[in-house]
């Protein structure tokens, strides 16, 4: 190799590695999202400014929580089948009549001590957007961090529930929450489609719903989710939970 | 060469940060679900004993009655109730004793705030009252202590002497509710009560609860009994007996303790059970030295023999479908389980491991056969394919399986020379002794009471 094949090969391997590099460096930082500039909060000028895009805070007070009820009425009071019991007037048991709203105050008074290190945000619910404040808007890291808020607040729990057999862990069973502000239920937990079932823990498979809103519910209320992402496309004040035991 | 290996690896590099750039993120813990709502996966829970409160059962208003004062029987449903849930082996029962006092108004309006402090998840209440017509209530409820909700409820109007069947019937509500399980609480048992010594062992046939109480011998020991098998209609029992030193089948009629020969034949019988629809029995018989499996109806006739290798066929046992038996032979050299259609035909091995397999059971299920696995003696279950053999029993004796009613726990005899009624979940391992007053062997459980 003569010394103008030596150079040129060493032009050409300079300029590859500068390539390589520069690609290199070109993914790394196409892979990270742009860092976004800190919210700013401005005012907006009553005849020019967009009305519907600043949130107006609801000088209504939170919904009362209603009881939380495990399926239709029909299933938590059923009428006695092989041979019922003759209640008497004024002696025998009459089924608890159930109000919406008549236990309220239950979830606070039945709620296990939770000590539950949420950073960053405070006991009671978080505080809401000031008037004027942007829009919030759900992003996708907004939505990961409630959804480890609830996790970290449904998980104590769920893992209380107990496995009832052999094949139920294969039982997905997705219940649809509708909360008030305040984190408590504002409905009762809807248990839809439950996916998973097969002949052999199709017998599980009430059992499995009982656990999932059981998982929920025995940690109601919910407690520091962000307010102004509460009734926003996506926001928490509607969600589904998707619970299943562990395999 | 040197050249190209550092290109070489300045591609790898290259790739590697690009294949690091672009790996995708785990899954966030807050989805979007199609519909655009927010979706968040929560896995949790455990295998455990459920905590489950039951309290002593009040009653409106205490009354005498044939079987006691109401408010005994009150305190004695909840204890039944509470040994019954234990006995599974599936819940831990908080009482009776030792929680506070339920009123007879607080039966439907439970003091949730109380049993959430004693660990319970679910609680048990109910009440005894008696009526004017001289029979029994038994009203039977079942909470969610942490959602504070009723989940099911049942009463039973019955006769003073069936209060403890309506307790395990209450107790067959909880269960089921809760597990999902079949209901098995309302059953009997019959097996072979064994006294004295070896060689001179008093075999009685002997019928229980499940529990062990009301107890009583169907036979008085005169002759040595094997083998009983509960009609699916319980109004049979039959069994195989040494009468007169000739071993052979006979049929119990539960009504009128009446005892008869199943077949008249000279030829040894042995090894009878039911098929599902009680119609017919299968058994065993030898013939010139060869055993096979027979069957005959219930009422007599001719039997027909279902399987013809040479060596001994026996143990038979019907699918609950009564499509297929499967049964022990020992044509193939060792005692192996093979399964045939009902009729006989489409005869094949399904055992294939070391030592021997006997007495295999068809669960009332039917995804699992149960077996005595002879090299050892333990209890195992297999699926009725041969796949996936498990066994159930660890050291110790043990033989003889039968299937509880709902397909989730077995009985079965624990120890060769004094032998004893043990019970095993089938699916945790559990397992607990079945009291008997004397010794006990060869368990059949009754299907759910009418």
Known sequence: ?247 | MRISWIIAAACSLTLGAAALAQTPPEPAPGQEGEDGQLVVDVTGGRRAALPIAVPHMPTPAASDTPAGNTQALGRQVAEIVANDLRNSELFTPIGPGGLNAVSFPQVTAPDFPYFSTTGAQNLVQGFVQANPNGTLTIGCYLYDVAAGSELTRQGYVVAPRDWRRAAHRCADTIYSRLTGEGAYFDTRIVYVSETGPARRRIKRLAIMDYDGANHRFLTNGQWTVLTPRFAPNQQTITFMTYQDERPRVMLYDLDSGRTRPLVQQPHMTFAPRYSPDSRHIIFSMAVNGNTDVYRVPVGGGAPQRLTNAPGIDTGGSYSPDGARIVFESDRGGSQQLYVMDADGSNQRRISFGGGGYATPVWSPRGDLIAFTKTGGFRIGVMAPSGAGERILTGGGYAEGPSWAPNGRAIMFTRGASSGQLWYVDVASGATRRVPTPLGGSDPAWSPLRE
Not at chain 1, 7 to 25: E, K, N
Not at chain 1, 84 to 113: F, M, N, S
Not at chain 1, 157 to 180: F, M, W, Y
Request: proline residues 13%.
């Open chain 1, 1 to 247: 190799m003569d010394r103008a094949e030596v150079t040129g090969f060493g032009v050409a391997l300079a300029g590859h590695a500068a390539l390589l590099a520069a690609l290199t460096f070109g993914f790394t930082v196409a892979g990270n999202p742009p860092r976004l500039p800190p919210a700013m909060e401005v005012s907006y000028i009553e005849e020019v400014g967009l009305a519907a895009a600043a949130p107006v805070p609801s000088a209504e007070p939170a919904a009362a929580a209603m009881a939380p009820v495990m399926g239709p009425s029909e299933d938590a009071a059923p009428t006695p089948t092989p041979a019922p019991p003759e209640p008497q007037a004024a002696v025998a048991p009459q089924p608890r009549q159930k109000a919406p709203g008549t236990r309220g105050a239950a979830p606070q008074t039945r709620r296990r001590a939770l000590d539950i290190d949420l950073a960053g945000v405070s006991d009671g619910p978080a505080p809401r957007a000031r008037a004027g404040a942007p829009a919030a808007v759900m992003t996708g890291q907004a939505a990961a961090d409630i959804g480890s808020a609830i996790i970290r607040q449904v998980q104590p729990c769920a893992d209380r529930q107990i496995d009832p057999g052999p094949g139920a862990s294969r039982i997905v069973t997705p219940i649809s929450l509708r909360l008030n502000r305040d984190g408590s239920l504002a409905a009762r937990p809807r248990v839809g489609a439950q996916r998973g079932i097969d002949d052999e823990n199709r017998r599980y498979a009430q059992r499995v719903a009982d656990l999932a809103v059981n998982a929920f519910v025995s940690c109601a209320p919910l407690r520091g989710l962000p307010q102004d992402l509460y009734d926003v496309p996506r926001g928490w004040s509607n969600f589904t939970l998707n619970y299943r035991l562990p395999g």
